[in-house]
Structures are given as C-alpha cells and as structure tokens.
C-alpha cells in the first residue's frame, strides 16, 4: 500500500470517527510516540506529543470546535502528493450554523510515516487564514459557545 492509500484510509477513518464518536479505529494509524501540530494559537492550535494525547486534542477540538456548527464541509483543493514517506493535501474546510456568517479557510496537512504509522502530522495556515480563525472566533466564538484560548 501506499503512503497516499495509507493517507487515504486514515481521512476515511477520521471521518469515520467523526460521524460516530468512536476514536478507537483511528489508534492504529498513528505510532505511540507520534507527534501533531496545528500551527495555530490556542484554543484551536498546539503542538501533540503521543497517539492518546493526538486522540484527546481530536475529541476536544471537535467538541469544542467543529462539533458547534450545524455543518461542517470538508474540500480537498489540491494533492494528494507522496515525497518519500510524507504525504501533503491543501484542503479548505467550510463551518454554517444559524446566526452566524460562514466561516471558511484554507489549510495544508502533511503526514509522515513510519512504515504503516504516522509519525508526524502538521497543520499548516496561510497568515491570511490564521486571520480568518482568529477574527472569527472573536466576533461569533462567545455566539457558538466556543471556549477562548
């Protein structure tokens, strides 16, 4: 298999476990001692160390963050693309709820892996879409119950 398909299946599994709230199918993709980052500020961004402390930033920014919009749309924009054992996607993601604007931006994810397992993940944002998160979250966050940083 491939580290696209490898990449392929975890989105899958993700989205999986997104719909459902059960985390435990998405264990196997990541090494014990993997390590994500979301290149953004708190509440949303962090550095991870480790597949339970990745798992427990999943549920917590899904419940504190995305699960507060009625819908959540995900784009893939561009890749998947392989360089050795690192696979890059650029993605857009699109948030509605009632009584608030949509929120949409931009992001690039690169995964790393290890065999079969990811050992590193990365988050990246264009400034111009760090902004779009940031001002949004001040404007509408406290509206959507979304906790501050």
């Not at 360089?83 to 650029?90: C, L």
Request: proline content about 4%.
């Amino acid at each position: 298999m491939s580290q696209i398909q490898r990449f392929g299946a975890y989105a899958a599994a993700f989205e999986k476990a997104y719909a459902t709230d059960d985390w435990s199918p998405i264990e196997p993709f990541f090494a014990e001692d993997a390590v994500y980052e979301v290149l953004l500020g708190p509440p949303l961004g962090g550095r991870f160390v480790g597949r339970d402390a990745i798992l427990a930033y999943f549920r917590r920014v899904l419940d504190g963050f995305d699960r507060r919009f009625a819908s959540r749309q995900v784009e893939l924009l561009a890749g998947p693309r392989e360089s050795g054992d690192t696979v890059w996607i650029r993605g857009r993601a699109i948030y509605r709820a009632d009584g608030v604007p949509e929120l949409a931006f931009e992001l690039e994810e690169t995964a790393t892996f290890d065999a079969d397992a990811i050992v590193r993940l990365e988050d990246r944002y264009a400034s111009a879409d760090r902004a779009i998160l940031e001002d949004y979250v001040a404007a509408h966050g406290a509206k959507l119950g979304l906790a501050a940083g």
